[in-house]
């Protein structure tokens, strides 16, 4: 088996995938070494696999006066590379894809390029085009590179699909996996029930990307009745954005969760989990601070420099900044601080 089909193999039994944010420098360029010294410590959490170029990449990223779509990926690639090469690990790697058919296809054949295992096809943007399009779109992706498909939250620019849209996404041959980052349980629900009566169900694993509700995901079953048998789907891991920061525990809190689903202190720690997230991603002002949310976290554990943005209007909404004081505050055994700190400190950049 090679290291692709690894890869492959991991993401079908399901991992942890934080979806990775963009370091940037003082004067707003992007920083490779500083995206390299956030990689690894994403990789030394223990993380499963990364997911970049995505929207907590920040889709401006692909504006040609920042031209910064192939510099991040490649980076990115060559720090998964130089990881698993000293470690004999694999870990699988997502590029995030986007726009009309031509530029989510050059975007795939790019990632192709460089080494990625699969590209997580968002249809952000694209709410004006029909289900017809999505699909053919899907479809040409698929040529390139393996796909996750992307049920993104209105909030932040998705759209409601149909069932029938996610029957016929899970019959495209090419589609690997779901995202699903609705935050609504019925839509999740039609994912899941779409997958589970699909004939490729067993080529599918569905990822939760529903925020509000991670553990909850992770934890419940879906069954659906058809005739003498009853089909079931789970969650089998995530790519998620909310792990992106404290990711050491979030390993931690993946395994607890597969090896004892009926610890009743889960029950507990989901609604803990869904209070910080609220916070990080800013659902009190419909999402606007959730990238300089994530920086945020990451800036106070010395992860990263600076938390600006490639667009000034993304920053921290009013109150955002002492609601993240309460949370650390509230929850602190969900942080990672010590792991972090041990971590700068083998890279010599502690403070």
């Known amino acids: ?104 296809v050059r975007e795939a054949e790019l990632a192709r390029q460089y080494g990625y295992d699969a590209v997580l096809l968002s249809p952000g943007g694209l709410n004006d085009r029909s289900e017809d399009y999505l699909l053919e779109r899907t479809a040409a992706v698929a040529q390139v590179m393996p796909v ?105 809190l993946f395994k607890r969760i597969r090896s004892n689903p009926d610890d009743p202190a889960l029950r507990a720690l989901a609604g803990q989990i869904t209070d910080a997230n609220g916070v990080i991603f800013d659902a009190a002002h419909d999402f606007a601070g959730c990238i300089s949310g994530i920086h945020e976290i990451l800036h106070r554990q010395g992860l990263m420099p600076y938390i600006h943005c490639l667009s000034e209007h993304e920053r921290l909404s009013p109150g955002q900044s002492e609601q993240i004081d309460r949370i650390l505050a509230m929850y602190p055994h969900l942080t990672d601080d010590a792991f972090v700190r041990d971590y700068l400190c083998s890279r010599g950049a502690g403070k």
Request: glycine share 10%; net charge neutral; proline share 4%.
């Open 1 to 104: 088996m090679n290291r692709t089909e690894q890869a492959l193999q991991i993401f079908a039994q399901g991992t942890v995938i934080p979806a990775t944010p963009l370091v940037l420098d003082a004067e707003k360029r992007f920083d490779p070494a500083g995206q390299k010294l956030l990689n690894g410590y994403y990789l030394e959490a223990g993380a499963g696999g990364i997911a970049t170029a995505v929207h907590s990449t920040q889709f401006e990223i692909r504006d040609p006066k920042h031209g910064l779509f192939e510099p991040v990926i490649a980076t990115v690639a060559e720090s998964i590379g130089e990881y698993e090469a000293r470690t004999g690990r694999v870990i699988v790697r997502v590029a995030g894809v986007c726009g009309p058919t031509e530029q989510a």
């Open 148 to 252: 996750i498909g992307f049920y993104l939250q209105k909030a932040v620019g998705g759209r409601w699909l149909s069932y029938d849209y996610w029957c016929r996404f899970a019959a495209t041959e090419g589609v690997i996996g779901v995202k699903c980052a609705s935050f609504n349980r019925y839509s999740t629900i039609d994912v899941a029930r779409a997958v589970a009566f699909s004939p490729r169900a067993d080529r599918i694993a569905l990822y939760t990307g529903n925020d509000d509700n991670i553990v909850f995901d992770l934890l419940s079953e879906f069954s659906f009745p058809d005739g003498d048998r009853v089909r079931t789907r789970r969650f089998v891991g995530g790519l998620l954005g909310h792990w992106s920061v404290w990711t050491h525990n979030v390993v931690a």
